[in-house]
């Protein structure tokens, strides 16, 4: 069953330029044939597998305690991976005075 722009929630404003009309319709075309899919397809394809570096290159690692374990992630992982501790916890904006 495809669903309608309207099910999705979807609207083509009217100032949107004819080229973008275009990619935007490309790219509902694209969701309806995906939704057509079986879900065992759909999953199979929703998931990417991305290089880690570091963390992806053992087998696995076994810390004796979580201690050993955050200064393993401090020490050895790049920052962007998410695993570095916070150094300071910012105030929310209302608490800020």
């Given at each position: 069953?495809l669903l309608s722009?309207?099910?999705?929630g979807?609207?083509?404003?009217?100032?949107?330029?004819?080229?973008?009309?275009?990619?935007?319709?490309?790219?509902?075309?694209?969701f309806?044939?995906?939704a057509?899919?079986?879900l065992?397809?759909?999953?199979?394809?929703?998931f990417?597998k991305?290089y880690?570096?570091?963390?992806?290159?053992?087998e696995?690692?076994?810390?004796d305690?979580?201690?050993d374990?955050?200064?393993?992630?401090?020490?050895?992982l790049p920052?962007?991976?998410?695993?570095?501790?916070?150094n300071t916890?910012?105030?929310?904006k209302?608490?800020?005075?």
């Amino acid at each position: 069953m495809l669903l309608s722009r309207i099910q999705l929630g979807y609207r083509l404003p009217a100032e949107v330029s004819g080229e973008n009309q275009q990619i935007t319709s490309e790219w509902l075309a694209e969701f309806e044939a995906a939704a057509k899919r079986p879900l065992k397809e759909r999953l199979r394809y929703a998931f990417i597998k991305t290089y880690k570096p570091v963390m992806d290159d053992a087998e696995f690692r076994a810390f004796d305690t979580m201690e050993d374990y955050r200064r393993w992630c401090a020490e050895k992982l790049p920052r962007w991976l998410g695993y570095a501790r916070l150094n300071t916890v910012r105030p929310r904006k209302s608490e800020r005075r």
